[in-house]
């Protein structure tokens, strides 16, 4: 099984080779026409996780920069139909992290590219993304000392390839030779 995975729109591709484990599946399982799994269509997923030695990333990608984007402009990742979107994927995920013995500390990482957006919008973005995700929520059970999340950040690619644990798994255009 390839752990290098190329985003919906075949621009960009993640190479997960340093990773324990890895997946771009969850979509797949969840959507399946068969029903294999159940009628579990309703529930949504992120784009992938990766394992690493301390660390469970659950990896959101949304690229309104490639070429032939559909209305880039029109695009409001900041807008709370968005967020909500945004927040049901590590929700849902969450269930298919647990059935398959997932339960290191969970990292999310929404990777946003989008026109006009700056480290100030990412920034506010990812703290009304925050408030919508269970921070809150294991505070009030940190007797237990399980927590369900432990960190959000919303970084564009260059600022994931730059980053000390991300950019072990870089993000690259997709070679034309490669399509």
Known sequence: MSTVYVEENGQYSLDCSKAIWSTDRIHSYYQNPEHRYGFIGFLCDVDFVIENKKNILLVEYKNARIPDAANPDAFRPESGNKLDNVAKKFYDSLHWLYLNGKDKPKKYIYILEYPNGNSTSRLMIRNKLKK??????????????RKMIDEIKVVTISEWNADAELGLYPIQPVSSSAT
């Open 132 to 145: 919508k995700l269970p921070f809150d929520l294991q505070e009030n059970f940190a007797a237990i000392g």
